[in-house]
């Protein structure tokens, strides 16, 4: 299973970026899809996770509110919708997909068996 991650860049604080992690020719409508992200220095950590089955929805603290997650089945899509950014949000993002993650591990990347390439997400003015 090959994920394509996309959308990274370049944006000034209090900007937006959508990252897209794609998965052409395969179904992901039962897979739980995550998002982690690591900065420079320091270790890869949880962003977002949305679940296949009844779409339920997962963030960390620190982007509650700013970040929303989606899918779109029909397009063996997940989405990243990031506003308000900031600098500490400068990361490489990284989509990540499994069909077997349950509840209660949703935050944890070892649950997760497919992996994207990462894409860079940079905030400073």
């Known amino acids: 299973v090959q994920l394509q991650a996309s959308g990274g860049g370049w944006v000034q604080p209090g900007g937006s970026l959508r990252l897209s992690c794609e998965v052409p020719g395969f179904s992901l409508d039962y897979y739980c899809i995550g998002w982690f992200r690591q900065a420079p220095g320091k270790e890869r950590e949880f962003v977002a996770a949305i679940r296949g089955n009844g779409g339920s929805t997962f963030y960390a603290d620190s982007v509650k509110g700013r970040f929303t997650i989606s899918r779109d089945n029909a397009r063996n899509t997940g989405y990243l919708q990031m506003n308000s950014l900031k600098p500490e949000d400068t990361a490489v993002y990284y989509c990540?997909?499994?069909?077997?993650?349950?509840?209660?591990?949703?935050?944890?990347?070892?649950?997760?068996?497919?992996w994207g390439q990462g894409t860079l997400v940079t905030v400073s003015s």
């Open positions: 990540t997909a499994d069909g077997s993650v349950i509840l209660s591990s949703v935050r944890y990347e070892a649950s997760y068996d497919y």
